[in-house]
């Protein structure tokens, strides 16, 4: 089973706006930190934005500030990415991921990324 499962990408213009979701397994949700992260061929993996449990904080890169915000709904064990403002360079395999220190394969925010889902496609067209 599948423990985190992105869906909501697409294609649109510069712009556009598009809004993530991500369904996280219930033993890995709670008391995490957790958060997206994107990679465009070629390219490092790019932390984009982290939410601590509550919201207590909340971080962005600085390319996205102001045009993507990060929330959550604990009822439905869901992390989302509202991107606005998109511009063809936020095109990139977007991944969530959740807290696992020891297993960590990208630290943003202080958070470990450790487990992280499939992925979702954006492409933003100028």
């Known amino acids: 089973q599948a423990q985190l499962v992105e869906s909501g990408g697409g294609s649109v213009q510069a712009g556009g706006s598009l809004r993530l979701s991500c369904v996280v397994s219930e033993y890995l949700y709670s008391n995490n930190c957790m958060g997206w992260f994107r990679q465009a061929p070629g390219k490092e993996r790019e932390g984009v934005a982290v939410?601590?449990?509550?919201?207590?904080?909340?971080y962005y890169a600085d390319s996205v500030k102001g045009r993507f915000t990060i929330s959550q709904d604990n009822a439905k064990n869901t992390l989302y990415l509202q991107m606005t403002s998109l511009k063809p360079e936020d095109a990139a395999m977007y991944y969530c991921?959740?807290?696992?220190?020891?297993?960590?394969?990208?630290?943003?925010?202080?958070?470990?990324?450790?487990?992280r889902g499939q992925g979702t496609q954006v492409t933003v067209s100028s």
């Open positions: 939410i601590y449990p509550g919201g207590s904080s909340i």
């Open positions: 991921a959740v807290n696992a220190p020891r297993a960590a394969f990208l630290w943003f925010g202080g958070c470990g990324f450790g487990n």
